[in-house]
């Protein structure tokens, strides 16, 4: 028995001791996991202070050496010799016997004056408590005694003033001493003191602890400990282009305008700014986090976040230009985005549009709008056929009863209205906007139709109603009404139709066939399933029962505005922070990476891939277009930022002040709604910023030059003004801008007598105008005239004007073309604009040569005279 | 990755997989030594441990205890090292995840939803559990297996209990864990989750199979003949035959006994029974009333 | 002097060991008697025991491995808990910093995590041994019942501790499980007679599980004091009954000869 039990217990001893072996295997694993592996930062720490400890070196034996090099070595050991020789001289015992005589007797004095001023403080003392007991008693003894101290007072602070003397004297004897070592010692240390901070520097950085560093933002719980491995991202120096070492890039524009210490990293870039243990959590590429963190040109995405407006805002180029996408292809027409809500302003009206276009080619367009032309902007639908021309039956049926064609491709134009429809073409500038045959279309804020085979699509009745007044046909298109006659008219339409003609197009219902009720009630389900009244305006198509009343007989009634939901697409506003959980991978959800980004992009790549049924065209963007636009989206976020990280847009910051946007009045207002200046020209921030800005035009042009300029439109500058400063125009000659001829002038305004070039320049001279322009310039009485227009000559040639402006035939190309300038501008602007051309035009390239008044007011002399008054 | 080793190798669900491991390991060594012990009965011999003496207390079994101790502390602090506890997503009462799992060990009762309304399923049944198990005791006045491993000496017990454990329990949470996917609906370890599949809810009564509408009177008095049926059948019968074959035992089971009994075991029956009614029937209710369903 | 034995019996006499231990061990009946009862933790065991209650092949352990991982758990969660705020606003923050920034915190975390995953895996594994061996007959009638509470308590320790994460898997784990306390007949809003008491959402048993009608800060606090105070009380006490009564009933249960 106790044999048995002996063995048992042994073996259970192996067991404990086993098991504690384990036990402490454990935690040595649990410690090592703690002190590393769970502290990736640390290993970096260490490499970034190596690193930076090198430089830092580096940077001190440099110095060292250049020292030796520049002879300042020579200098310092010359110093030092003269240092020790000072010293010596001071040491050597004759010297030394004078300096402490000299310095023993400064002792003596300083003693006797210290005790002096005591003694005056004590009579002092005594004098303030007679004078007490005299105000008191008004005893005469207290007087006399007074009188007494003050005797006393007077004497010893006499001899103090002596004293003093006397002290001085011997300081400044004692001085010549080691005044030399002074100074040689405070040249040596100003020589030695860079070398020796740099040398401190070493000491110092090495000295930083390695730890955790955290940016704690209380109100937005933001705890961001990026910066433990990102060690040297706001460095004032670039100590390795190494990753986590770098620094941020462009940091003159995000850190400077972002302390890393206020805003911490993950506010913009994402990621999960509290993890440590790894790269892969610590980016937020893990599992249950759904913030990957952002990189390059996406992390612009986050801009949206604070900034109302990203338009001008330095840094926030991808993500402005992105923005552009959304308005270009007017995804707000069917999804919910903040800052867009209008609707049904993308695509052209569509009410009448079957007195407009051939069937054929509406079925054509339907199919694939591609088919039609490659820059077509309406996104396809996939649909067959048969929904087609449903589609199609409906929308004729709007403003007729049958399917119905013209083909013009057999008809002999009249040659004469063809050649005289070619010059107003040309004249109208119609290709600035528009493209045919690949050529044309540089005002790209503009989307215009490429007109290439208008001829198979439109009739001329249409085009003729349409470029008589645009606005009747489509109230608010951007197409501007030319001041045409009739007959003018007839000619272009002639021109155009012979001239821009599919001859491939084959028009299948020139004789008209009768629609069909079921058909329509069947395009009226489609448009109500895809939404079409998102972009197009289909509204108010009730009342359009009766062009048609037959068709209403049958039992088809138009769409209804309760059957126009607001928005057919899903709401976009919280996009960038919808929970992937959220989103319908459908099919995908094992070929894509299950995270927001690769949804969006994947939903705009291919809208109908997740699963069957879903409703949303192909707009067939590019992979640039793709990625811009889903940088915008994500960038949609219901994140509460507090209200002191916002950056209202200048609009938003107006609505706060309670001013109101600018908006054109009276007269011009009908001018611009009609001929659409705003399309090119920037008017008090209202336009595109294609031609030149008029806001200050009344202070700036003259009146004569601008009545010349309307009736016979000429070049101003030779180049695109919106040309890359630094970018290449891609091989393209960059075309003449041209402003279109309008030929205004002609005509009145309607309900006036007033024409309407009057119009623009009283407009332009009552509101487009500043007082930081002046009328006249100051006039310089002791120069003739002459000779001041001679001393502008000289600074033009001087100051190398001609490189950029042309006058005559001499001169480059880059700014205006200067020889009519004298009739062109008022001279007050060119005074002004001399002196800081920046003022007026933020982003000009002119640079600013800091002159003086003179120098301007000769200038201006000068350019004043550049006229051509042959013109 | 396949779908069975994603669900396996959740961090949570490496728990169950531990458990399945060692119930089955346990349960295999419990019935092994009641076998055995079995034998030994059946051949007149002692149990295991039936003639065994006494031993200190210091130091065997604080020796074992201690090893026991630190066997269980690697064991923990191994996985704790290998395997993360899990933290998901910041809560958010706007997301409901599919499925919202309850945790492991309430998956049972979860699955219990599928076949019962939640007052029964969430309330009544758990409560039921705990008093049955309480009464276990009382109720059990088999004197014999009292301190070793038998099946022969209380064949009723081990049986049912083994049932309401194993089947009613374990398996319930395994099927809960492992084969309940998006809407509850079942999935094969093999199968992708699918989370637009629609599957046919059947939403027939039990009246209504034989062309009674359950919500008018007629079905309402269908169902409370089956239910309240089913509840005096399931008393009344084992009575006569206990009555008939076993006299004695009845009359010493007591009457109070016999009826807590019964209750609860056809309780317990109830769920089968109902589990077999949804799933190869399609049946949802038995019994409606204005007030509560069965 | 430098004799090993010298060595320990130098020790062995010092005031400081004595004032401990009092006297020497000799491996005597009387000193192995001595050890259990003069000790307050192991004097919970009787003086001797029957020779199965030593083999791992009858009681597997599973009860002392229960209160071992109790142990464990209570440890673990005291330290957790100064690291931790029950708010909405700190919890999750407070559980993703015990990763990145606590010394030994993933550690500690999962220590807590798995010891409670543990903890219900052998409790259950318990009962059934217990069953099995049919330990719950007469004298331990009372004990099995303490034992099914404890059973019931360990459940619901490892329920409210799911919370306090404040993540999808505990918020849903806890609205899914909280949801059954609305269909309690008579007190819940949506059970079975509950009109007649005029239960509202407002007033029912889950508006008291939550304090309030739905999962919120209210929830996570209360969810907090029961897992940290309340259930392990209560728990304690019944353990303690539970050891108590396993000595006065005798010890394991073995077959009686």
């Known amino acids: 028995m106790a044999t048995d039990n002996q063995n048992k217990s042994s073996y259970r001893v192996y067991l404990f001791v086993f098991f504690s072996v384990l036990l402490l295997l454990m935690t040595l694993w649990i410690v090592w996991d703690d002190e590393f592996g769970l502290r990736p930062w640390k290993k970096y720490q260490k490499e970034f202070k190596s690193l930076k400890h090198e430089q830092l070196q580096k940077e001190y034996d440099k110095a060292q050496s250049d020292f030796r090099k520049s002879g300042d070595a020579q200098t310092l050991a010359r110093l030092e010799a003269q240092l020790k020789k000072a010293k010596d001289l001071f040491n050597s015992s004759e010297v030394q016997q004078k300096y402490k005589k000299l310095s023993g007797q400064w002792a003596d004095v300083h003693e006797s004056a210290a005790r002096n001023q005591k003694e005056l403080q004590t009579n002092r003392g005594q004098y303030l408590e007679t004078e007490y007991y005299f105000t008191k008693t008004q005893k005469p003894e207290y007087k006399k005694k007074m009188d007494e101290l003050q005797k006393r007072i007077d004497a010893i602070t006499a001899k103090g003033a002596a004293m003093q003397k006397q002290e001085e004297a011997l300081k400044a004897a004692l001085v010549p001493f080691t005044s030399g070592i002074a100074d040689i010692e405070a040249e040596i240390e100003k020589m030695k003191s860079p070398l020796e901070e740099k040398k401190e520097r070493i000491g110092t950085s090495d000295k930083v602890p390695v730890e955790i560093k955290q940016v704690y933002i209380r109100d937005i719980d933001l705890a961001d400990r990026c910066q433990s491995c990102h060690i040297g991202i706001d460095g004032s120096k670039q100590i390795s282009t190494k990753q986590p070492f770098t620094r941020h890039p462009a940091s003159f524009v995000f850190l400077k305008n972002h302390d890393p210490e206020k805003f911490g990293c993950t506010f913009c870039h994402r990621g999960q700014g509290r993890a440590t243990t790894s790269v892969q959590k610590a980016h937020g590429n893990v599992k249950h986090w759904e913030e990957p963190m952002l990189e390059g040109d996406m992390t612009q995405t986050s801009c949206l976040k604070c900034h109302g407006d990203v338009k001008h805002l330095r840094g926030a180029e991808y993500i402005a230009q992105s923005t552009e996408l959304i308005k270009k292809y007017g995804c707000y027409s069917c999804h919910k985005i903040p800052g867009y809500d209008s609707i049904g302003d993308v695509g052209p009206v569509l009410t009448e549009v079957g007195t407009k276009v051939n069937y054929s080619w509406a079925i054509n367009w339907l199919l694939d709008p591609k088919n039609y032309f490659a820059t077509a902007r309406m996104p396809k639908f996939f649909f067959t056929q048969d929904e087609a021309e449903s589609i199609a039956d409906y929308l004729f049926s709007m403003s007729g009863t049958t399917r119905h064609d013209v083909d013009y491709s057999t008809e002999t134009p009249d040659e004469k209205l063809v050649e005289q429809g070619k010059t107003l073409w040309s004249q109208a500038r119609c290709n600035l906007c528009h493209i045919t045959n690949g050529k044309g279309g540089n005002n790209v804020k503009v989307y215009a139709p490429d007109l290439s085979k208008v001829g198979s699509k439109v009739n001329k009745e249409w085009l003729f109603r349409w470029i008589k007044n645009p606005n009747a046909y489509f109230p608010g298109t951007k197409m501007p009404r030319f001041r045409f006659t009739d007959e003018e008219i007839k000619a272009l339409v002639e021109y155009i139709v012979s001239e821009y003609t599919d001859d491939e197009a084959s028009p299948k219902y020139t004789t008209p066939v009768e629609i069909k009720s079921e058909s329509i009630k069947k395009g009226k389900d489609l448009i109500v399933k895809y939404g079409c009244y998102g972009c197009h305006k289909l509204q108010g198509m009730e009342s359009m029962g009766q062009i048609a009343p037959s068709l209403v007989s049958q039992g088809v009634t138009f769409l209804k505005a309760d059957e126009m939901r607001e928005k057919i697409g899903t709401e976009l506003s919280s996009i960038g922070s919808k929970p992937v959980d959220m989103l319908d991978f459908g099919k995908l959800k094992k070929s894509i990476s299950n995270d927001r980004l690769s949804y969006i992009k994947q939903k705009l790549r291919d809208p109908r891939g997740y699963r069957l049924g879903l409703r949303m065209p192909n707009f067939r963007l590019t992979e640039s277009e793709i990625n811009g636009l889903a940088a915008v989206l994500y960038g949609y976020t219901d994140n509460n930022v507090p209200s002191r990280f916002m950056v209202p847009s200048r609009q938003e910051l107006d609505k706060m002040a309670g001013v109101q946007s600018y908006k054109f009045t009276g007269d011009f207002a009908k001018i611009i709604e009609d001929v659409k200046c705003t399309n090119c020209h920037s008017i008090k921030g209202i336009g595109a910023d294609y031609a030149p800005d008029l806001s200050l035009a009344g202070s700036k042009l003259q009146e004569s030059w601008i009545r010349k300029f309307l009736a016979n439109p000429d070049v101003i500058r030779p180049l695109l003004q919106q040309m890359p400063k630094l970018g290449l125009t891609g091989g393209a000659a960059p075309a003449k801008i041209t402003m279109p001829k309008f030929n205004l002038g002609i005509q009145k305004v309607e309900d006036t007598n007033r024409s309407d070039v009057d119009v623009i320049i009283n407009y332009f001279q009552q509101e487009l105008v500043t007082t930081d322009i002046p009328k006249e310039i100051p006039v310089i009485t002791t120069l003739t005239p002459e000779d001041q227009i001679a001393k502008g000559k000289e600074l033009y040639d001087q100051k190398g004007c001609r490189s950029c402006h042309q006058v005559g035939t001499d001169g480059g190309a880059l700014g205006p073309n200067l020889s009519n300038v004298g009739n062109r501008l008022n001279p007050g602007f060119i005074f002004r604009h001399l002196e800081n051309a920046r003022k007026f035009k933020p982003d000009i390239v002119e640079p600013n040569y800091g002159f003086s008044e003179r120098e301007r007011i000769y200038l201006t002399n000068y350019l004043m005279t550049l006229k051509l008054n042959a013109k | 990755m396949n779908p069975f080793i994603e669900i396996i190798t959740q961090p949570d669900n490496i728990a169950i997989v531990i458990m399945i491991m060692l119930v089955t390991f346990f349960t295999l060594w419990a019935f092994q030594q009641a076998l055995d012990n079995d034998k030994l009965i059946a051949a007149g011999k002692p149990v295991d441990g039936e003639n065994e003496g006494l031993v200190d207390t210091f130091k065997p079994l604080v020796r074992i205890e201690l090893i026991i101790a630190l066997a269980v502390m690697v064991f923990l602090t191994f996985w704790s090292i290998v395997v993360d506890a899990p933290l998901e997503e910041i809560a958010n009462p706007t997301l409901t995840p599919n499925p919202a799992k309850a945790p492991w060990y309430f998956l049972g009762l979860q699955e219990l939803l599928v076949y019962f309304d939640p007052w029964l399923a969430g309330v009544v049944l758990p409560t039921l559990i705990i008093v049955g198990l309480i009464a276990i005791p009382y109720i059990d006045i088999n004197p014999r297996g009292n301190g070793y491993y038998s099946f022969e000496e209380r064949k009723f017990a081990i049986v049912t209990f083994s049932f309401g454990f194993f089947i009613l329990w374990l398996l319930l949470i395994v099927i809960g864990v492992f084969f309940r996917g998006p809407g509850w609906l079942w999935y094969w370890p093999w199968q992708e989750w699918d989370h637009a599949r629609v599957v046919f809810e059947p939403t027939r009564d039990l009246s209504n199979v034989i062309g009674i509408d359950s919500r008018s009177l007629p079905g309402f008095i269908i169902g409370a003949i089956l239910v309240n049926g089913y509840l005096v059948a399931g008393m009344v019968a084992p009575y006569k035959y206990l009555k008939k074959k076993m006299p004695d035992f009845l009359k010493q089971f007591g009457m109070i006994r016999y009826l807590v009994t019964t209750f609860l075991f056809i309780t317990m029956m109830s769920i089968p029974i109902k589990m077999v009614l949804r799933l190869v029937f399609l049946i949802k209710y038995i019994w409606i009333t204005p007030w509560f369903n069965v | ?257």
């Open chain 3, 1 to 257: 002097m430098n004799n090993p034995t010298d060595i320990k019996e130098r020790i062995k006499k010092n005031l400081v060991w004595k004032s401990i231990f009092r006297r020497d061990y000799r491996n005597t009946v009387r000193d192995r008697a001595q050890a259990i009862f003069g000790n307050i933790f192991l004097h919970l065991h009787p003086v001797q025991v029957r020779e199965g209650a030593v083999k791992l092949r009858f009681t597997w352990g599973m009860g002392g491995i229960t209160f071992f991982a109790f142990i464990i758990l209570v440890i673990t969660g005291v330290v957790l808990m100064f690291y931790y705020h029950p708010s909405i606003e700190q919890a999750y923050s407070d559980i993703k910093d015990l990763e990145f920034q606590v010394p030994f915190g993933v550690i500690l975390r999962n220590l807590h995590r798995w010891g409670a995953h543990f903890m219900v895996i052998v409790v259950m594994i318990h009962m059934f041994r217990v069953f099995m061996t049919g330990s719950y007959k007469a004298p331990r009638q009372f004990n099995w019942g303490i034992g099914v509470i404890l059973l019931v308590l360990t459940f619901l320790l490892s329920f409210t501790g799911y919370l306090t994460p404040w993540d999808q898997l505990g918020f849903w784990a806890i609205t899914v499980g909280t949801n059954m306390g609305a269909a309690t007949p008579l007190l819940g809003y949506q059970g079975p007679f509950s009109e007649f008491l005029h239960i509202t959402p407002f007033n029912d048993v889950r508006f008291a599980l939550l304090g309030g009608s739905r999962v919120a800060g209210n929830a996570l606090l209360r969810a907090y004091i029961w897992h940290c105070v309340a259930i392990p009380l209560v728990s304690v006490i019944l353990m303690f009954v539970h050891f108590w009564r396993v000595r006065k009933d005798g010890g394991i249960s073995k077959p009686q000869k």
